[in-house]
């Protein structure tokens, strides 16, 4: 199956991928490892970007993330490999669904009387009308496993789609934009075909790699203080279809906190992981606008094995207050041969 359209997410390594095959992969064949009989660990996967790069490429990836949309969306292009038969089919009966006013449109849309708006009034009642059926379908164990998560993360991503944001789910914005005003239509999160199983998990990742065994461990976790389950608490929300309390004018729900947003306790974060890591090669992307000095970060890897860089300088848009800028942002790979 293609791949499908994908989602806008702080820090994916999307457009990344060809800098990272190349460095990842001239890596191990310095060394004489074959990527294809490798385990490969993806310990903070976000939008499975990397993952889905080396699925194919490697033995058998293990993806993993804290976020639960996250670990959904590795369960579709993860996890899945075979082909769903019923996959179409079981979305045109999801178009067909008639409006739900649920838990997104209680607290999420205008005509829900909470004052946000993060999806129009329409588009909620479809997200609710949509992930009920999928309630109702798993509980009832008319689809499978597979079909559940491939359909979850067809309604996840597509809902993003339609977000009345200006990028991450911390504010709505005042009036619908124009791609918040498009009807959401349930487009399918195609995964790719695989010979191999491959996993997820829905971890810390420190507690993951304890577990897991692993040739490469792949880590590319926040760079800054900007936490995930705040920016992407709607995801979450869609994901889980949990009860939950929203919180004040942008309806936050409680999330949890990562040690690797922290100023005070990202250095000894990444210091305990890499000492209890089992994988002989550890990779780190990490750009230079991190809590994280490339030099802090080469001290610690120093400490851990045989350590080198490589980096990649790209050009991005950067938006502030006062107006968009061009700004170079120098994207680190910071490479550890365990000892
Ligand atoms: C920079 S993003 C990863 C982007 C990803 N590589 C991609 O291409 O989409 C960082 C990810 O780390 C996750 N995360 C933060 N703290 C974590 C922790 N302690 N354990 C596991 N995942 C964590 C976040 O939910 C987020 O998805």
Redo the contacts with the bound molecule.
Sequence with gaps: MGASEPMN??????SLAPFLLKSISGVLEARGVVLSDCIFV?????????GRLFKNRVKQVIS????FY?FVLAKNYIENTTPLQRGTKLLRELEKLPPLRGKIYTHYALGGGQNRQYFSDANAMKIDAVRAQLAHWNAQKSISENEFYFLLASLLESSDKVANTACVYGAFLKSLKKSAQKDLCVSPAHFDLSPNPHYAYH????ELIAHVPAHILYL????NARE??ANYHLLNSIALYDDFTPQGKTGLRDYQK???CKKNSVAETLDMLLASAQAQFIFL?YNNEGLLSPKQIAQIFNKHGKYSLRSHQHTRFKTNVYSPSLTTTIEYLHVLEKS
């Design positions: 997410y702080i820090g994916s390594k999307l993806d310990a903070f996967a976000g939008t499975c970007a990397v993993n993330d804290q976020e996250s971890k810390d990742a420190q590319d976790p926040p760079y995930y389950g990562s040690a690797w992307s």
